[in-house]
């Protein structure tokens, strides 16, 4: 089990982690900006998603292109739904819950397989 936990966290996999991190801030304030009314907020998103992808970029030296970028937009998409809820009190369904663990395990069985 540690072996396996330890397997997972690889400098990639953090990169990765980091990356979706990023964009998921990124996310977060695109949305405070208010459609870019606030144009600071909004450029901050750019330039975090930038740095995102720079990260992204490293990861993919040591791990296949496909397994990062999907792992990394599944992070986005699961910190995104979460922090839109948490946060700006957005409204998920019991079905988006039941997505979001269809989505945990697809990127598990994606990093593993």
Do not use: E, H
Not at 17 to 35: P, Q, R, T, Y
Not at 82 to 110: C, D, E, N, S
């Amino acid at each position: 089990m540690i072996s396996s936990i330890i397997a997972f966290f690889n400098f990639s996999t953090l990169m990765v982690i980091v990356a979706a991190l990023l964009d998921i801030l990124a996310n977060m304030l695109l949305a405070a900006s208010g459609g870019f009314r606030r144009w600071q907020v909004g450029l901050s998103a750019i330039v975090l998603v930038g740095v995102a992808f720079y990260c992204l970029s490293v990861a993919v030296r040591d791990m296949d292109l496909a397994v990062a970028y999907a792992l990394w937009g599944s992070f986005g998409i699961l910190g995104t739904s979460l922090g839109g809820w948490l946060v700006f009190r957005q409204k998920l369904k019991p079905i988006a819950f039941a997505g979001i663990a269809v989505l945990i395990g697809g990127m598990l069985l994606l990093r593993f397989g």
